[in-house]
T-cell receptor
Framework: KAGVTQTPRYLIKTRGQQVTLSCSPISGHRSVSWYQQTPGQGLQFLFE???????NKGNFPGRFSGRQFSNSRSEMNVSTLELGDSALYLC??????????????FGPGTRLTVL | AQKVTQAQTEISVVEKEDVTLDCVYE???????LFWYKQPPSGELVFLIR??????QNEISGRYSWNFQKSTSSFNFTITASQVVDSAVYFC??????????FGRGTSLIVHP
C-alpha cells in the first residue's frame, strides 16, 4: 500500500512569506503528526491531528498551525517565515496515534529553505 | 520534564564490526514507551522497535538487538556484523501517555566497506 506522501518535497521562500505543506497519510490512518527537524534543535514535535481535531501540540509559536481534513489529509502552515524556520518538516501517520499499539510511518519530508 | 540523551554524535566502524548505540532517558512517568528509528539519507524515519516501560525483556531481530534497563534508564541498540546499508542516523525517542514524543539528537552511524 502507498506510504505517507508529502508535497512539495522542496520549497524556497523568503522571510515574511507564508507557506503551506501537505501530507497524505496511509489509507486508513486517522492520526497525523508533524515534526520539525533542524541541525540545531534536532527533531521536535509540532502537533498531532486525529479525526480533524488537534489533539496534541508541541512548544512552537502560533505562526505554526495545521489542520486535518475529513479524508485525514493534513496541511501545516507557517506564517511570517523567519530564517530559523528553515528545516526538514516531517509528517507521520498512524491508525490511532496511540504509542502503545500504533506504529508511526513517516513521509520523506519537505525541505523548506527560508532566504 | 522528559529528556532523551544520545551521547554519541557520530560512530564510524568498518563493515562486520559490532556497534552499540546508547540511549539514556529521563522521565518521572511510570508508563512510557521507548522507540528506535532509523533515518537513511532519503530522510524518512523508519520504525525499528517499540518497548513499553513494563517490559524489560531484551529483543533480538536478525542482526539488531536492544537492551532495556530501567535501573539505569537506558535503552541501547546493538547492530551485530554491521553492513554498509546500516549507515544512517539513528534516533531514540520517549513517548509518554500524552503522546507527545521527545527525541534524542540522534547518532550518525557510518559503516565503511
Amino acid at each position: 500500500k502507498a506510504g505517507v506522501t508529502q508535497t512539495p518535497r522542496y520549497l524556497i521562500k523568503t522571510r515574511g512569506q507564508q507557506v503551506t505543506l501537505s501530507c497524505s497519510p496511509i489509507s486508513g490512518h486517522r492520526s497525523v503528526s508533524w515534526y520539525q527537524q533542524t541541525p540545531g534543535q534536532g527533531l521536535q514535535f509540532l502537533f498531532e491531528y486525529f479525526s480533524e481535531t488537534q489533539r496534541n501540540k508541541g512548544n512552537f509559536p502560533g505562526r505554526f498551525s495545521g489542520r486535518q481534513f475529513s479524508n485525514s489529509r493534513s496541511e501545516m502552515n507557517v506564517s511570517t517565515l523567519e530564517l530559523g524556520d528553515s528545516a526538514l518538516y516531517l509528517c507521520a501517520s498512524s491508525r490511532s496515534g496511540r504509542p502503545n499499539t500504533d506504529t508511526q510511518y513517516f513521509g520523506p519530508g519537505t525541505r523548506l529553505t527560508v532566504l | 520534564a522528559q529528556k532523551v540523551t544520545q551521547a554519541q554524535t557520530e560512530i564510524s566502524v568498518v563493515e562486520k564490526e559490532d556497534v552499540t548505540l546508547d540511549c539514556v532517558y529521563e522521565t518521572r512517568d511510570t508508563t512510557y514507551y521507548l522507540f528506535w528509528y532509523k533515518q537513511p539519507p532519503s530522510g524518512e524515519l523508519v520504525f525499528l522497535i517499540r518497548r513499553n516501560s513494563f517490559d524489560e525483556q531484551n529483543e533480538i531481530s536478525g542482526r539488531y538487538s536492544w537492551n532495556f534497563q530501567k535501573s539505569t534508564s537506558s535503552f541501547n541498540f546493538t547492530i551485530t556484523a554491521s553492513q554498509v546499508v546500516d549507515s544512517a542516523v539513528y534516533f531514540c525517542a520517549l513517548i509518554r501517555l500524552s503522546y507527545i514524543p521527545t527525541f534524542g539528537r540522534g547518532t550518525s552511524l557510518i559503516v565503511h566497506p
